[in-house]
């Protein structure tokens, strides 16, 4: 832009100034930007939210709308909190939450590692490894199904090919023992490179510096990598923690696809019990007083967790 | 970084940690070969012991995918005429006639419809929350950043009991305008999050000089920060797309004739005794492409998009 005088006049006028003479003051263009987007989550998000609350404490069924709806108190709580099967299904989700993660952390930290030692082509193959969580769960956890299928499977096959094991002579979800581990599998393969791609960027903020000082000062490799390495990627870890928890707490597509939560029960998690409870039992009342355990209990656990990141961030 | 560096790994150390990414990756795209290879199978090849690698291609499964078919007698068969084309050959080769398209077509366009229409919106809408809340002090800003967030940390089953009866009472169960609202309030928090820093990154210095050119704060906008933000939005779009695209609990419970999308649809494509696996390998494929393309084009902002832009690198 050409330096004319009357730029420079108009460079020394300050910017509130300038802003407040002409059109829609800022005040008005900031609500009118934000006003849809929180409509919109009130209307489809708080509104439901407030409704659930509200169904909660009734015995209201959805697949039977005309019939009369009764308010009965915290019954539905109660009878939630003291069923069994209910208790059941948290183990379920619990052990699903704890190996996918507990996999998912090994795994992708450790190929994280790797690819951070710099080797030709490594952008390349971590786009590739990538692939399988960009894909939609439903569609996946069907077709490894196929995979799952005893001699016929690939993965039968693959574990028979390496261990000599009969690939007919198992079932992965089929079997009561084996099924919560066939849901396992395919998650960790599904979500190990986000947790990957998050060590990754921990991993690549580490300054090069800091190596060079613990090498000057004889720090062997090991010490190196138990005091620079792991504290400074352990936020960036938790954080992938985080986000693996919460959404594996909401688990539903994949293992609906795959296990469809049997045999029996065993992977019936949090999320498909109570889809049969909502959708199929049609219990309504009684499902929207889980949903609201299920809500108090993800944003209970995520809130401690996230004070527990920043005390680790602020080390 | 000078290649001298003490603390750049050694060539048999670059080499070891190599040969295992690359091992890793090679048993983990696996299952997505196969999925492009079941595809081209014959039903024959696709259910062979042991596992076939090498197969004569067959477009069975497609023809399969967008056809519907009946079973006739050899006699019937006989009286037909010769086959027209190429797919009807492939038909009347198990003994069955093509009955009309199947519903995948459908549903793919759905999935289009559906995804496009939710992604222009949950941008459009996003980027000027997210313009807002990076500029302006807007009262409770925090609050709100939060509030849009935290819609996410419910399981969608729970949501879904009181949408399920709302889009009841409104009409919208099963229509693609509801599928687009719902798709753009679960997308938008996203959005907003990812836009915004997006938008923090381009210095304010640019908008202020053009205020005081004499742009209104509307044109600074428009003209100013829009295009210096066009590829975070363009990743942002790409993102919303994939969540719409791939999303299953929703589509399952809410639609089921006319709206359902891709997902639910797949797993339910059945032939004789049970899933028809190349058809269903070949919607997969055909359903699953783009986003591997879209995947590999992200590639520089996949970190930002899957983090909710907490992690930037």
Known sequence: ?315 | MSSYSITEPSVRQKWVAGSLVIAYAVITLLPLVWILTTGFKSPVDAIAYPPKVMFEPSLEGYVNLFTTRTRVSPEQLQALPPPATWYEEIVRNRDMVIAGPSRYGERFLNSVIIGFGSTFLSVFLGTLAAYAFSRFKVPLKDDLLFFILSTRMMPPIAVAIPIFLMFRTLGLSDTHLGMILLYTAVNISLAVWLLKGFIDEIPREYEEAALIDGYTRFQAFYKVVLPQAATGIASTAIFCLIFSWNEYAFAVLLTSGTAQTAPPFIPTIIGVGGQDWPAVAAGATLFLVPVMVFTILLRKHLLRGITFGAVRK
Not at chain 1, 15 to 44: E, H, M, N
Not at chain 1, 77 to 84: F, M, Q, S
Not at chain 1, 137 to 151: I, K, R
Not at chain 1, 262 to 285: C, H, M, Q, Y
Request: glycine fraction near 6%.
């Open chain 1, 1 to 315: 832009m050409a330096d004319m005088p009357i730029d420079r006049i108009a460079k020394a006028t300050p910017p509130s100034f300038a802003r407040k003479i002409r059109g829609l003051s800022d005040r008005t263009i900031a609500w009118l930007f934000v006003a849809p987007t929180i409509f919109l989550l009130l209307a489809v998000n708080i509104f439901p939210l407030i409704w659930t609350i509200n169904l909660s404490f009734t015995d209201f069924r959805a697949n039977r709308p005309t019939r009369e709806v009764e308010y009965i108190g915290l019954r539905n709580y109660e009878r939630i909190l003291t069923d069994g099967d209910i208790w059941l299904t948290m183990q379920a989700t619990a052990h699903f939450l704890f190996w996918t993660i507990f996999l998912q952390v090994l795994i992708g930290f450790t190929l994280a590692w790797l690819i951070n030692r710099k080797f030709k082509g490594n952008d390349l193959w971590t786009t590739l490894i990538v692939l399988p969580m960009m894909l939609s769960p439903a569609v996946v956890g069907n077709f490894w199904t196929f995979l799952y299928q005893p001699q016929i499977g690939l993965f039968n096959y693959g574990i028979s090919f390496l261990t000599g094991i009969d690939p007919s002579s198992f079932q992965m979800i089929g079997d009561v023992a084996l099924a919560p581990w066939a849901i396992v599998i395919v998650d960790t393969w599904m979500w190990t490179p986000f947790v990957m791609l998050i060590c990754l960027a921990g991993l690549r903020s580490i300054p090069d510096y800091i190596y060079e000082a613990a090498e000057i000062d004889r720090a062997s490799k090991w010490r190196q990598f138990w005091t620079i390495t792991i504290p400074m990627v352990l936020p960036f870890l938790m954080l992938a923690i985080l986000f693996r928890g919460i959404e594996n707490f909401k688990m539903f597509d994949l293992v609906v696809q795959l296990t469809g939560g049997g045999p029996g029960s065993v992977t019936e998690l949090t999320s498909i019990n109570l889809k049969r409870e909502a959708f199929e039992k049609w219990r309504t009342g009684y499902a929207s007083a889980y949903a609201i355990i299920l809500f108090v209990t993800v944003f209970g656990l995520a809130s401690i967790y996230v004070k527990a990141l920043n005390k680790v961030k602020e080390r």
